[in-house]
């Protein structure tokens, strides 16, 4: 076996970043072979720079980011590879008091125990804000090119809002969220955990819905590698899927909740107080103050193939960028946005099949998609 | 503003960078260099309305900026943005390119602008960056010398009075330990005073 393999990385100081810092704190990698060096940075736009120009080798990232990459879009496009997924949900929708307030009055008691109420409810304010003449209300997402921007304009338009007229969408950093939301700057926010829930804690705002109930299990963050990395390193980068899947495992366990909390808060990595992680770990939020919710599959970092990447969730991503207009509609990048999402390494390196199961899946006849959507969809029977 | 047949436009140029001193620097080094219309915002709040305003042909961002996310999206999306904006101009120049990252910089220019226009601000933020960060690195270096000299005198002053030895005696002890361990003698000086202040109450 060779030595070491010396492999860079860089993240951003969210929750799900949980597998990515685990590996790396608490000895994974190491177990496997990998000294991983993790740099904590504080934009997307520098994690695409870093890894564009080869400062990275690999990085946590949104899951529609390496797609953006190999279509071209944005600045040093390089072509990247999603070999392993690192979380599931995470996120959730946060509204300012003053909505959260209007929303009550607009739904039935109970509307936000699913998206669908939560969304009329929102429809609700935005109609009567239109009617009085009011501004469009100003809702902020961490990037462009997230899930977190593909999700909330899936709810809004399925919720009868028009993303582009109805409203407003502007990106924030997530740190940031819960001060421009107080300062009146935004009035609500996707963002991943904690931001929320400080929101929440802070009194500044209420949690309405979350990514995990408007599409369950869809992917949120992943591991983007350089494809020049992945093809001159085949065994380095099969060793550090290995030793992400041990922490993958070892994260989702309620048992080290408390201990992987507590690793995350550090100063050097999200500087939080550790029991603001601890409602997004759990599934169980704090939605207003005194008042909790379990969401299923919250946030999800191992267990029922969560790691395995899925061509058809590429393809899916690739829809949400065209009809937003961030990508021109083409079979060509479809095509290209399902093998980013091919899951060929990731079965290599845990040992699954002989890697070719991957073929069926990137030619269409995927079992993980009905033909309005990938499954977990809440508007979308299965 | 005058409009000379022949000679181009001088370039508005806009520095959006936390670090102010940083931002003077390179605002100073190109006003030296004959660009006359650079403006400095140093704070994000109401950055998008002074883009707005200022309608610049050149934004240089630092690297590590939190809020780039929110203004690329704002070059992409907004109506408020005249003309369209992209990272860096010349796509072809990666070693150019890498340098900037390297240094910290990012740079975002107006579509259409000739790039042999742009090259010569890059350069000069670049450098800039560099020289800053040099003068940092070294500033930190001397507070932790400085420190460091403190830790190995108290050091020096618990083995003297322990120890009953002279300044001298308590140094050579120091440094035969740092030796035998293969340490660097102020980790066993701060060793000795951590261990020192522990004891030290009982």
Known sequence: ?382 | MCNIPGMAQPLNILLVDDNGLRASIIEEGLREAGHANVSVVTTVAGLVKRIERLDPDVIVVDLENPNRDQLEHFFQVSRAVKRPMAMFVDRSDTAEIEAAIEAGVSAYVVDGLRKERIKPILEMAISRFNAVSRLARELAEAKSELAERKTIDRAKGILMKVKKIDEDAAYKLLRRAAMNENRRIGDVAASLVSAYNLLGDA
């Open chain 1, 1 to 382: 076996m060779a030595g070491t393999s010396f492999i860079r990385a860089g993240y951003v100081p969210l929750l799900d970043g949980a597998v990515l810092i685990a590996a790396a704190r608490k000895g994974f990698a190491e177990a496997r072979g990998v000294a991983l060096a993790l740099q904590r940075e504080t934009s997307w736009a520098t994690i695409r720079d870093r890894i564009g120009v080869g400062q990275f080798d690999c990085a946590h990232m949104l899951a529609p980011m390496p797609i953006a990459a190999n279509l071209g879009l944005g600045p040093l496009p390089v072509p990247l590879l999603a070999p392993m997924v690192l979380a599931l949900g995470g996120n959730g929708v946060t509204v300012s008091n003053v909505v959260a307030a209007a929303m009550d009055r607009a739904g039935p008691a109970g509307y936000d125990a699913a998206p669908a109420g939560a969304g009329r409810a929102l429809a609700a304010v935005v109609a009567a804000r239109r009617a009085e003449g009011g501004q469009p209300l100003r809702l902020a997402v961490v990037h462009h090119h997230s899930s977190h921007n593909y999700d909330l304009r899936y709810w809004l338009a399925a919720s009868g809002i028009e993303p582009e007229r109805d409203v407003e969408i502007t990106v924030v950093p997530p740190p940031l969220m819960p001060d421009a939301l107080s300062g009146g700057g935004i009035d609500g926010f996707c963002a991943g955990e904690p931001w929320g829930t400080i929101a929440v804690t802070r009194g500044v705002g209420r949690i309405v819905t979350s990514r995990a109930e408007i599409w369950r299990r869809g992917p949120e963050k992943v591991l983007g590698v350089r494809k020049a990395f992945a093809d001159e390193n085949p065994e380095a980068l099969a060793r550090l899927v290995l030793a992400l899947a041990d922490a993958a495992a070892w994260c989702s366990r309620p048992e080290n909740f408390a201990e992987l909390a507590g690793l995350l808060a550090a100063r050097d990595c999200l500087d939080v107080e550790p029991e603001t992680l601890m409602p997004g770990l759990a599934g169980r939020l704090q939605t207003a103050p005194g008042r909790f919710r379990d969401i299923a599959d919250f946030m999800v970092f191992a267990g029922g193939g969560a790691n395995r990447p899925d061509p058809a969730h590429g393809r899916w991503l690739y829809r949400q960028m065209v009809r937003w207009g961030d990508a021109p509609s083409s079979d060509e990048g479809a095509a290209i946005a399902g093998a980013t999402f091919d899951p060929t390494l990731y079965d290599l390196a845990m040992g699954i099949g002989d890697g070719n199961q991957a073929a069926s899946d990137m030619t269409g006849d995927d079992d993980a998609a009905t033909p309005q959507g990938p499954r977990g969809l809440y508007d979308v029977n299965e």
